[in-house]
């Protein structure tokens, strides 16, 4: 597999991007709406990407060329990826958001690993994930969906994480109280 100038194949960046994925699936943990259409999941999902590399400092992309050029009879251009990061500390990182498994987004995903970046892959649905092929690394993010009575097609929603731990409540103790015996007297005037 050759590398990007300077960086190394995408064998030898595993453990930076098991890293990476696991950070970006943390920050996608957090992400949740209601009714919204497949394209609006999708833009959420991205822009939920965006400010996650916008935060580390890095340079980021919206719809970069990739390596890969389309098939023809256009492939005198290139595919696009969803996000394109730079970083200052190591390789390239890659990020393409899909609610289905395309063949395609694979094939653009190992071209993108075969040149040197960290190659992830954000999918979204009911939670019937296929894994990528490897070095593809795959950050899942699951939604509920339904029909819209309003016309709309399908819509998604996602609730925050059930398994999340309930929040610290006040560390102060509560005191005894005495007994107050019911109904409670009319206030005075």
Do not use: N
């Not at 009911?126 to 950050?139: D, E, H, S």
């Amino acid at each position: 597999m050759p590398g990007c100038a300077g960086y190394p194949a995408a064998v030898a960046v595993g453990e930076d991007g098991e890293r990476l994925a696991a950070s970006l699936a943390g920050v996608i943990d957090t992400v949740t709406f209601a009714d919204l259409t497949t394209d609006e999941v999708t833009a959420r999902l991205i822009d939920t990407v965006v400010g996650w590399a916008t935060a580390r400092g890095w340079r980021v992309y919206r719809r970069a060329s990739s390596v890969l050029p389309l098939p023809p009879p256009m492939s005198a251009q290139q595919s696009l990826l969803d996000v394109a990061c730079a970083r200052p500390d190591g390789p390239p990182v890659v990020v393409e958001v899909d609610h289905g498994t395309r063949r395609r987004t694979w094939e653009k995903l190992l071209a993108e690993a075969d040149a040197g970046r960290i190659p992830l892959w954000v999918r979204w649905g009911a939670g019937r994930f296929t894994a990528p092929p490897a070095p593809i690394l795959m950050v899942t993010c699951e939604v509920s969906s339904r029909t819209d009575p309003t016309g709309r097609g399908r819509v998604h929603s996602r609730s925050p994480r059930a398994d999340m731990p309930p929040p610290t409540h006040s560390a102060a103790r509560v005191e005894t109280v005495a007994a107050v015996e019911l109904p409670l007297p009319p206030p005075r005037a």
